[in-house]
């Protein structure tokens, strides 16, 4: 009974989410890959300016 009135209450929880559209998940989800890509560039080039100053002081 208490598994059956969850599922109940999941449903009707699910119908009252506000679910982006196409559009909105499209802005957002290049803004993200926007955002990796220049932390991983941002990170790499920092590595790589640690890694040459290591080389200097060893």
Known sequence: MKIGSF?????????MVRWPSGKDMLKY??????????????????DLIFTFVK???A
Not at 33 to 39: A, E, I, K, R
Not at 40 to 46: D, E, H, K
């Open 7 to 15: 599922f109940k209450g999941v449903k009707k929880e699910t119908k």
């Open 29 to 46: 989800s290049s803004v993200v890959l926007l955002m990796m890509v220049f932390f991983g560039v941002y990170f790499y080039l920092l």
């Open 55 to 57: 080389g200097l002081v």
